[in-house]
């Protein structure tokens, strides 16, 4: 059974690798014994990256490279095939949200600013297409490869004071279950593109909604806790394994898949 899972030898290049989600994924598929290609848009955070990365072995690089210019992203892709001969795995890590497109909780939509919605649809939605059109064209000539994309709990149901983020993740599970059909039909069953859908954890980029100064929860946090029948926040860790499943042949059928990592948010209905 534990072949199904094997993951090792092949070459995955990891968005957003300087993130605490890029970074906890890219030590997780080294672990298991997966070349990593971190790719970030900041060389420090990569330099730290790759030095923590290395630890673990020594098939690891780190590349600059921008989401958001699509150039950019084939010109590393070119890069990697050259260096590894293949990219068999892709994880969009990159995006997530920002401040200013958060509403706080004394604004309503028609107080949010047009740039923060722009910069947050953009980063998420082309910050996720761009890298799976750019490395995805190099697993259509090899006839196999994983993407997987990252969704969010946003995207289920309506959550507040954050429309933008909200939009963007429903747009990455669009593309991701278009893509997953336009490769299959098109280059073969080798070809799989998935998404995980992360349930509450807490980060730098969610703390100050999530947890008082004090370190208490705050009152969107205890509602998060009630609608989780888990009674808890996950762990970055927690997300691991299902990426490494989706890349791994025990996934060989499984392509278009929105696959939440929740503690059971989404199955709950509050009653």
């Known amino acids: 059974m534990t072949s199904l899972f094997d993951i090792s030898g092949k070459v995955a290049v990891i968005t957003g690798a300087g993130g605490v989600l890029g970074g906890s994924i890219a030590a997780s598929l080294m672990k298991a014994g997966a070349k990593v290609v971190a790719m970030d848009i900041r060389q420090e955070n990569l330099d730290t990256r790759v030095a923590e990365l290395k630890q673990i072995h020594k098939d690891v690089t780190g590349m600059v490279g921008d989401v958001l210019d699509i150039d950019n992203l084939k010109e590393v892709a070119r890069k990697i095939k050259a260096h590894w001969g293949s990219v068999d795995i892709l ?3 990159a995006g ?3 401040p200013g497109a958060t509403l706080r909780e004394d ?3 028609f107080d949010m600013k047009i740039e923060d919605w ?3 649809t953009n980063l998420n939605i ?3 297409v761009y890298p799976c059109l750019a490395f995805g064209e190099l697993m259509a000539e090899q006839g196999s490869g994983s993407i997987i994309n990252v969704s969010s709990m946003a995207t289920y149901s309506a959550i507040t004071r954050v429309p933008g983020y909200s939009v963007a993740k429903t747009g990455i599970n669009i593309f991701t279950q278009w893509l997953a059909t336009e490769m299959a039909q098109k280059f073969g069953e080798g070809v799989r593109v998935n998404a995980i859908a992360p349930g509450f954890f807490i980060g730098d980029q969610n703390r100050a909604v999530l947890i008082n100064p004090d370190g208490s929860y705050t009152d969107r946090s205890l509602k998060v806790i009630q609608k989780t029948p888990m009674k808890r926040f996950g762990d970055i860790s927690e997300l691991n394994g299902t990426v490494q499943f989706l ?3 025990a996934a060989s059928f ?4 929105i696959l939440p990592v929740d503690g059971g948010f989404t199955a709950f209905s509050g009653v």
């Open 107 to 109: 604004q309503n939509v």
């Open 247 to 249: 890349c791994s042949a």
């Open 91 to 93: 994880v969009n890590c």
């Open 96 to 98: 997530g949200n920002i």
């Open 254 to 257: 499984i392509t278009g898949v």
């Open 118 to 120: 722009e910069k947050v």
């Open 126 to 128: 082309n910050g996720t």
